[in-house]
């Protein structure tokens, strides 16, 4: 008796499932055949400049700021923000003002469809074949690559690999890089032809020309740190499956860690990625290590500025912080793995300019040295600077003068 239960429950969920599954193919299909016709026929409105980000669901990447520049400095453009998360559509709305908008709905279609502009980092607002029909799509993306993506990854599928093909590669009027030198990269990862992509820049780093009060944020968000000197920031790559090693090194000691921290005054930032489910609670046991994730911060780009040094492994964020020349330490303790399973756009070796530490006892010391001696490691991370960042600060201007233009 208990198994047939048991099956009963198990059949009366998956036909649940299949009828729910049935329910959202339905009415994706119903929206996307409803926007492709109305985009024909809604008028659209000069100057009204629509953006969205992560398929419409977060505030973050170079849309966002783009969007709170344009805000600030533009008021001869009608700007509005696609958020299709109620809850973060209702906090951003009390925070900024009635400047967003969803498109789950038909009249929430219509409100978009109206924007001549459209402004996307990642996804569009909505879905559809014919996105840029009498608009303009600026793509502003998320970042400078250094590992494979988009049609070069090692592993693509062919869902994903038609949905650049026929969206990206169709549907942008306007591709900003921050480089001259990833024009190939973009075009041949994106199936953007190369005349749509200009040398732009990035938004979000325009954030890095910024004069933060760091002491100011910790004591608005509520943060106590003991007295220190520098400031560290750790930001590992996420690894699909697997956990991060933070110290991998064979010499590890988190009580000499302590202590090294300690007697030099350092204090160490780590910030995850929002799916990796690392356990790092022997590290925060630390004082002097804290953990800035989301709910700390929601975009680490806003106070970038303020660290002093910063390890990674494989994350472009080392792209963005040497635009302000500051010193880097990477560790790649799976290389070889991560090749095989990822794959890189450029020489990593090459286009890593910091040192990259075995052991502990050389970790410290390759820290300790970055942070006390400015020119180690200077002339390579100006180098590499130079070929990844041909411009910096004022993205923001570039672009809004470029359309306008």
Request: aromatic fraction near 16%; glycine fraction near 4%; charge should be positive.
């Amino acid at each position: 008796m208990t198994l047939c239960n048991s099956h009963n429950k198990t059949c009366r969920f998956n036909v649940a499932t299949k009828k729910n599954t049935m329910k959202i193919n339905f009415k994706f299909i119903t929206n996307y055949c409803i926007s492709e016709i109305l985009n024909i026929f809604v008028k659209r409105q000069n100057n009204y400049w629509l953006f969205s980000s992560s398929f419409a669901k977060k505030f973050n990447y170079n849309s966002k700021y783009l969007f709170l520049y344009i805000l600030e400095n533009n008021p001869e453009i009608t700007a509005k923000f696609v958020i299709n998360d109620d809850e973060l559509r209702a906090q951003l709305a009390e925070k900024y003002g009635d400047y967003f908008i969803e498109t789950k709905s038909i009249n929430g279609i219509i409100e978009a469809l109206k924007a001549s502009t459209w402004v996307i980092s990642s996804g569009f607002p909505i879905l559809m074949l014919f996105s840029s029909f009498k608009r303009t799509v600026i793509n502003v993306w998320h970042g400078v690559p250094l590992k494979n993506i988009g049609l070069c990854e090692n592993n693509i599928s062919s869902i994903k690999k038609a949905y650049i093909r026929i969206y990206h590669a169709r549907n942008n009027t306007l591709f900003s890089s921050p480089s001259s030198k990833l024009t190939d990269i973009f075009s041949k990862s994106l199936g953007i032809k190369k005349e749509k992509i200009q040398i732009l820049g990035q938004p979000r780093n325009d954030m890095l020309f910024k004069n933060i009060d760091f002491g100011k944020w910790l004591k608005q968000n509520q943060i106590s740190f003991p007295e220190y000197e520098k400031i560290i920031f750790y930001a590992p790559t996420f690894r699909e499956g697997k956990e991060i090693k933070l110290f991998p090194f064979p010499d590890f000691d988190q009580v000499e860690l302590d202590k090294w921290l300690k007697d030099n005054q350092y204090i160490i930032i780590i910030r995850l990625h929002q799916s990796d489910k690392t356990d790092i609670s022997t590290y925060l046991g630390s004082k002097r290590i804290f953990l800035f994730n989301e709910k700390v911060i929601d975009d680490i780009m806003e106070i970038l500025s303020c660290f002093d040094l910063l390890i990674t492994d494989y994350s472009s964020i080392y792209i963005d912080y040497l635009l302000m020349n500051k010193p880097v330490v990477f560790l790649p303790y799976d290389y070889n793995e991560y090749i095989s399973d990822r794959g890189f756009l450029f020489d990593y070796n090459k286009f890593t300019p910091g040192p990259k530490p075995t052991n502990f006892i050389e970790f410290k010391s390759e820290v300790t040295q970055l942070l006390q001696d400015k020119t180690y490691f200077f002339s390579e991370r100006n180098k590499t600077n130079n070929f990844f960042n041909e411009v910096g600060d004022g993205s923001c201007k570039r672009i809004v003068d470029f359309v306008s233009k």
